[in-house]
């Protein structure tokens, strides 16, 4: 459906759907966009969903939109929203199904000439070591009771059972734990799922990339996070909180949901007192039965991702030191860092000149801190956060930085990725496979896939120039483009 509201150019980056659009809306509507993707966006309903953000409980500032905005369930994906910790509400649509989908980026002293020759062998040992693909099962089944460990201990039990390093804790968002995980919350289908699924990476658009170094925009920056020139090769791995993860939100919103009635063009819960303007957007107050259990699951399912990642991590240096012949830590396997783009969180934020108690929702967006914040790693404090932009696997990724004006304007939030523009479905009618197989080895990039349709879902065509969504990001200052990336061997669940 085309969007028919108003959307009014605020400047070369931002667009601006006033709340005067629609009574119950609190506050504006911010897309940041430039004027050739802004044209596209409008000819979908993501903005709708954007001015239904802005109508939450306890909303602040504005509800956000990142250049990769598409629709999404409740929030469009690349939504952002902060709300009041003291009269807000906490809405799983915020945060969505793949709890904790994120990435994670690792460096090698390894060049592009040195990789290209084992190239193949390469990705085919990853493919072989990582269990990927719909419903793919993990190397490890875990009991009852690890499992629980993994929701509680997160990328910690990781290591501690020798999967990783012990300063790779250190260069995770979060080190890969939140605290205040109540695992009586999570749901013993939730459990059955997870024990048979950790450390694997899923379908869809996770991925595993072997890439190299193109292009580096801040020498000082980058050689901070460990990324050097121009022909170095790293490894970029996307995946989330699996089955896990999707089973905690689907019984989180069934609970919710219920407290919810039709009410003319709207949704009203009689024991909360509050109305809502898309039932995808139910939500619950902070305090509330349902919002402390649906946020202890969510607790859970993040830390479940990070462990996942760790895992991945491991299987991935394991498969460099099969074909490379040497150690990882010779090949300097060393994480990068890892950022979370479907999750809710507490934070302080300044507003209207205060230090305030805000939640998050970051639904396909990224935590883009800039320098001096506590919560990012010392090594990276004075640099800000690195942002890891994973693109599609025809073009190219990015690393970023946090900036000061993300502190102040999006709560410190960025963009994600490149964004969809073509669903699952319509990319499997207009795209074949083997077509796409064949660019891709023209343009030097090798692909081991699990299924052909998996493929077509996820043809380079079927999604945003991720440069562009970067350049704007970058020109609106929430965050500063650090280094480019491009593909050169790929796996895809």
């Known amino acids: 459906?085309?969007?028919?509201?108003?959307?009014?150019?605020?400047?070369?980056?931002?667009?601006?759907?006033?709340?005067?659009?629609?009574?119950?809306?609190?506050?504006?509507?911010?897309?940041?966009?430039?004027?050739?993707?802004?044209?596209?966006?409008?000819?979908?309903?993501?903005?709708?969903?954007?001015?239904?953000?802005?109508?939450?409980?306890?909303?602040?500032?504005?509800?956000?939109?990142?250049?990769?905005?598409?629709?999404?369930?409740?929030?469009?994906?690349?939504?952002?929203?902060?709300?009041?910790?003291?009269?807000?509400?906490?809405?799983p649509g915020g945060v969505g199904f793949d709890i904790n989908c994120g990435v994670r980026l690792v460096r090698t002293d390894l060049t592009a000439d040195e990789v290209g020759p084992r190239l193949r062998e390469l990705v085919d040992a990853m493919f072989e070591n990582v269990p990927s693909g719909l419903g793919s099962k993990g190397r490890v089944r875990l009991?009852?009771?690890?499992?629980?460990?993994?929701?509680?201990?997160?990328?910690?039990?990781?290591?501690?059972?020798?999967?990783?390093?012990?300063?790779?804790?250190?260069?995770?968002?979060?080190?890969?734990?939140?605290?205040?995980?109540?695992?009586?919350?999570?749901?013993?289908?939730?459990?059955?799922?997870?024990?048979?699924?950790?450390?694997?990476?899923?379908?869809?658009?996770?991925?595993?990339?072997?890439?190299?170094?193109?292009?580096?925009?801040?020498?000082?920056?980058?050689?901070?996070?460990?990324?050097?020139?121009?022909?170095?090769?790293?490894?970029?791995?996307?995946?989330?909180?699996?089955?896990?993860g999707h089973q905690i939100c689907t019984d989180n919103l069934r609970d919710m949901e219920r407290l919810f009635r039709k009410d003319g063009d709207s949704f009203y819960s009689p024991e909360f007192d509050m109305r809502i303007y898309d039932r995808q957007l139910v939500a619950a107050p902070f305090g509330s039965r349902v919002s402390e259990r649906y946020i202890g699951g969510m607790k859970a399912a993040a830390n479940f991702a990070w462990a996942n990642r760790q895992m991945i991590v491991h299987w991935v240096r394991a498969s460099f030191e099969d074909v490379m012949g040497r150690s990882a830590e010779d090949m300097g396997m060393e994480i990068v860092y890892d950022v979370a783009h479907n999750i809710a969180k507490p934070e302080v934020h300044?507003?209207?000149?205060?230090?305030?108690?805000?939640?998050?929702?970051?639904?396909?967006?990224?935590?883009?801190?800039?320098?001096?914040?506590?919560?990012?790693?010392?090594?990276?404090?004075?640099?800000?956060?690195?942002?890891?932009?994973?693109?599609?696997?025809g073009t190219a990724s990015y690393v970023l930085a946090g900036t000061g004006d993300a502190m102040s304007e999006t709560f410190g939030s960025t963009c994600h990725g490149a964004g969809r523009v073509l669903s699952r479905s319509a990319a499997v009618r207009r795209f074949d496979p083997r077509a796409i197989k064949e660019e891709l080895r023209a343009k030097g990039v090798y692909l081991k896939a699990a299924t052909p349709k998996v493929v077509a879902e996820e043809s380079p065509n079927a999604y945003k120039d991720v440069t562009s969504v970067v350049d704007t990001a970058h020109g609106a200052g929430i965050s500063r483009k650090v280094a480019k990336m491009t593909p050169m061997g790929v796996v895809k669940g």
């Open 1 to 91: 459906m085309k969007w028919t509201g108003p959307l009014e150019k605020i400047d070369d980056f931002r667009y601006r759907i006033p709340s005067g659009y629609r009574d119950e809306m609190s506050v504006d509507g911010i897309i940041y966009s430039n004027a050739e993707m802004i044209s596209d966006i409008s000819m979908g309903d993501a903005p709708e969903q954007v001015a239904n953000v802005a109508a939450l409980p306890g909303i602040l500032k504005a509800s956000m939109a990142m250049p990769d905005i598409h629709w999404g369930y409740g929030f469009p994906i690349g939504g952002v929203a902060a709300v009041s910790a003291e009269d807000g509400v906490i809405s």
């Open 350 to 393: 300044e507003v209207d000149g205060k230090s305030t108690d805000v939640w998050v929702h970051r639904k396909g967006a990224t935590r883009a801190f800039g320098p001096g914040r506590p919560e990012v790693t010392a090594r990276y404090r004075d640099h800000g956060q690195p942002v890891i932009i994973p693109g599609d696997m």
């Open 143 to 244: 009991s009852r009771n690890e499992i629980e460990r993994v929701a509680t201990d997160g990328a910690a039990w990781a290591v501690e059972n020798g999967y990783g390093w012990d300063d790779d804790l250190e260069r995770l968002e979060e080190e890969g734990r939140m605290d205040g995980v109540d695992p009586v919350v999570v749901s013993e289908k939730a459990y059955s799922r997870g024990a048979s699924q950790v450390g694997s990476l899923g379908a869809g658009n996770h991925f595993l990339e072997i890439q190299r170094v193109d292009e580096v925009f801040e020498p000082a920056v980058a050689k901070a996070y460990g990324i050097d020139d121009p022909g170095q090769v790293v490894v970029m791995i996307h995946t989330g909180s699996r089955g896990f």
